[in-house]
């Protein structure tokens, strides 16, 4: 499905635009440009302009250009095969092609032994729950479900595998304050038959985490890779775009490597990076949202196995743990530490709602549907009655001088997993006059069933919920960082994301 548009993106534009070029003075804050617009990449310095006249350059970038692309044409050079095969050849695993990688991938949602190649969603089983990961439910999604592609050659003509590009994303919003590194930079594919068959979708994101070039200079040495992102916004010309964003994506610039790497999706120290994917292969199963690192078998400089394996989905606290009932071993853990989240969740600001969750409280599932979605609905595990939680919760809220509820709280605490933010919270009273935005169109913040036709160019349509509450944020982040504005303090330490949460679409 197509619309058209006028170019203009409603309540966005006027504050979407490029770098704003001021010639002249500004009056209380306001700054008026005189004469046309400049050219796209002017090669003259500001000592050979004429000394009478101020030229400040300040920016305001386009989040059209400099944090989300979803154009058709530029896309066109991020295959889903040119990609993987990128992996696999840094990977320096002899003989090893982009199909068996792709089918070791899919195969770790089968049952084992499968092909053999790695590792199987029932690896670990509990009497009484079934197959495990981190000691809560991994449901197995074999044939007609994701697990089926085990089998499917994606690259081939025609297949029935194929996947397409729908996104690129600038996640600087995710470094932390203290610049440890610059954040994600993501590449998102859809199942081609999701375009026409809504019981046969699914979505890859490949989140590139990416090591800050200059780890000595803090937060500001992330320069260089924002830098790459805000000289889109002044580039018109869509081809130059394109060259600019291949160029970084497969190649790097200068001290920045190339962003699609096997060390920025989890093979690195810090275990940085991940595939996510959002599946809804054969609604039967329901749809579950799921997390995997990419990583090498190595001895010295051999290295003989490249996989993705299946991990715990971040901040997706398992929601049978608020269940007051819960014997989960860890339920008690869990019932102690969650009142520690309730200043960070009471947040007056949306984007800023957020909750640390300690990897042993983590799911590996995230379902937002189906015989398992019942596992992430927080508000009605906590249920209704008293209990020790509820009371611990309160508490904390009441030192706050806060006037929101507890179950305000737990549903703030919802919108932080992927199942709630993308279907479980959607349109949710959050309390403070907050109210979560919806992911339409279908649970999707970037979807493949949707284009528009904008400046004569298709791309893919974006969620209301970025559009209006996500991205906004993220510009301000971008740029206050390259206005070189003070930030405050962060209000939850050195390792937390400037953006102010985990994540959000």
């Not at 397409?164 to 038959?193: M, T, W, Y």
């Not at 009605?380 to 904390?396: F, K, Q, V």
Request: hydrophobic share 35%.
């Amino acid at each position: 499905m197509s619309r058209k548009t006028d170019g203009l993106d409603i309540a966005l534009q006027s504050r979407l635009t490029t770098h704003a070029w001021v010639v002249g003075v500004c009056v209380g804050g306001a700054c008026v440009a005189c004469g046309a617009e400049p050219p796209e990449e002017s090669t003259e310095s500001i000592g050979e302009l004429d000394q009478s006249a101020q030229i400040a350059k300040v920016y305001n970038v386009d989040v059209r250009r400099s944090l989300v692309v979803t154009e058709k044409p530029i896309l066109e050079r991020f295959s889903f095969e040119r990609v993987m095969q990128q992996l696999v050849d840094q990977s320096g695993v002899p003989g090893l092609t982009p199909l068996a990688l792709f089918q070791q991938w899919w195969d770790t949602q089968n049952p084992g032994p499968g092909l053999g190649q790695g590792a199987h969603c029932d690896d670990q089983v509990e009497p009484g729950v079934g197959p495990v990961l981190n000691g809560y439910p991994y449901l197995c999604r074999p044939a007609p479900s994701e697990g089926g592609q085990a089998a499917c050659d994606p690259f081939a003509p025609d297949s029935l595998c194929a996947y397409i590009p729908i996104a690129l994303f600038n996640r600087f919003d995710q470094a932390p304050e203290n610049g440890a590194h610059c954040g994600e930079h993501r590449i998102v594919f859809a199942k081609a038959s999701g375009v026409t068959d809504n019981g046969d979708r699914n979505s890859i994101i490949f989140e590139m985490n990416m090591a800050n070039p200059s780890p000595l200079q803090g937060l500001k040495g992330c320069k260089k890779i924002v830098n790459v992102w805000a000289g889109l916004s002044d580039l018109a010309n869509l081809q130059k775009r394109a060259d600019k964003l291949e160029d970084f994506y497969f190649d790097g610039q200068g001290t920045v490597p190339p962003v699609i790497s096997v060390a920025h999706l989890g093979d690195n120290p810090e275990s940085l990076g991940q595939v996510r994917t959002n599946q809804l292969v054969n609604t039967d199963s329901g749809w579950s949202m799921r997390e995997f690192k990419l990583l090498r078998q190595c001895s010295g400089a051999s290295c003989s196995a490249l996989r993705l394996v299946p991990v715990t989905n971040k901040t997706n606290a398992f929601g049978g743990l608020f269940d007051p009932e819960s014997t989960h071993p860890l339920a008690d853990d869990f019932r102690a530490y969650f009142p520690t989240q309730v200043a960070s969740l009471a947040s007056n600001d949306l984007n800023k709602i957020s909750m640390t969750v300690p990897d042993m409280f983590n799911s590996a599932q995230s379902q937002s549907s189906g015989p398992f979605a019942a596992e992430m609905q927080y508000l009605d595990r906590l249920g209704t009655g008293p209990s020790e939680l509820r009371s611990a919760i309160a508490a904390e809220l009441a030192l706050l001088g806060s006037s929101l509820s507890v179950n305000e709280i737990v549903r703030r605490a919802q919108t932080t997993s992927c199942a709630g933010c993308h279907r479980l919270s959607a349109l949710a009273n959050l309390g403070g006059g907050l109210v979560w935005p919806d992911a339409q169109p279908r649970f999707m913040h970037v979807t493949e069933r949707q284009t528009e036709i904008v400046d004569g160019v298709e791309r893919f349509v974006i969620s209301d919920g970025l559009l209006n509450v996500f991205l906004p944020h993220r510009k301000l982040i971008m740029d206050d960082f390259l206005n070189n504005k003070p930030r405050p303090p962060g209000a939850h330490g050195p390792n937390h994301p400037i953006g102010g949460s985990a994540d959000h679409g």
